[in-house]
């Protein structure tokens, strides 16, 4: 009796450790918006001007030996703060871990580079991940296999049909 007092007890779950998560008939949504707002206005950043994506495709970033440095706790915690929404959010990796090299020392080009993708998470912040309801949990990945050519490695898992990680 006990155990079925339990169960009827548990309700579906709308958030945990930040993630919020949408149950339907057909499937279930995640994402952090919520989390993505306390960011923005943690930063400073809730009324920027929204961009259409988070890195430009012609930003080269490298140690900017001569820019300016900037407070390294706050780059880090921005930093963190972007690695953390990664969990939801694929479409910035990338660019959250070119950004996460330079935390040692970081300039005003770095933090210049991840007030861009904070610009874009203001655009974009309902996205997130979708698991449809018939969605298989097969893992496959891919690899390139020639490593005494190729300088550059390159890999992608899927999940299902959906990729799910690249480098």
Same mark, same amino acid.
């Given at each position: 009796m006990q155990g079925e007092? @339990?169960?009827s007890m548990m309700r579906e779950l709308p958030f945990f450790l930040g993630l919020q998560i949408k149950q339907r008939k057909d499937g279930i949504f995640i994402n952090q918006v919520k989390y993505i707002k306390e960011k923005l206005k943690k930063f400073g950043l809730e009324n920027v001007k929204p961009q259409a994506t988070p890195m430009s495709s012609s930003t080269k970033l490298d140690k900017d030996e001569e820019g300016k440095c900037v407070d390294c706790k706050l780059y880090r915690s921005m930093i963190g703060s972007l690695l953390y929404l990664t969990t939801t959010r694929p479409d910035i990796k990338f660019s959250v871990c070119l950004c996460a090299r330079f935390q040692v020392n970081p300039k @005003? *080009?770095?933090l210049k580079t991840i007030k861009m993708i904070f610009r874009y998470l203001q655009d974009t912040p309902s996205l997130g =991940?979708?698991?449809?309801?018939d969605f298989t949990f097969d893992l496959q990945a891919y690899s390139n296999?020639?490593?005494? &050519?190729c300088k550059i490695d390159r890999n992608c898992q899927f999940l299902?049909?959906? =990729? &799910? *990680?690249?480098f």
């Open positions: 007092f @339990e169960m @005003e *080009s770095h =991940l979708w698991y449809p309801r296999a020639d490593y005494g &050519i299902g049909n959906m =990729l &799910i *990680s690249w």
